[in-house]
């Protein structure tokens, strides 16, 4: 009976642990909701690479790559979204066509060629 009690016990802690981090996931979440803004790439302009905007850059071997430069929460690189705080996108933000980019990438370092920036 008394090792019945001290399962019961490790479970019932357990839980009440996990219900703690779920809280503690749902209150980070209400507040990223609270501070969210919605963008609307169309909306925006100008000749500099900003948040939102589509970028065409060429790389070393001038094979076009696409990527639109989004929140964390957003980023999927596979299928070209990628973050504002990703070490691309910071190298990315406020580049204008023609600029050459180089960036540090856990494969080793990329270099790129700003060729085109749209809002689409």
Not at 10 to 32: M, N
Not at 87 to 97: H, Q, S
Request: proline share 3%.
């Amino acid at each position: 009976m008394a090792t019945c009690r001290k399962t019961e016990n490790a479970e019932y802690h357990a839980a009440k642990e996990r219900q703690g981090q779920i809280e503690a996931q749902i209150a980070d979440i209400e507040d990223r909701v609270s501070r969210a803004q919605i963008i609307d790439p169309t909306s925006l302009s100008g000749d500099k690479i900003v948040f939102g905007a589509t970028v065409t850059l060429l790389d070393e071997d001038d094979k076009p790559v696409r990527y639109q430069i989004v929140g964390q929460t957003e980023a999927d690189a596979k299928v070209g979204r990628i973050s504002y705080n990703s070490p691309l996108g910071k190298a990315l933000i406020g580049r204008k066509v023609g600029e050459e980019i180089e960036v540090t990438v856990p494969s080793g370092d990329k270099f790129y060629l700003v060729d085109k920036i749209e809002f689409i």
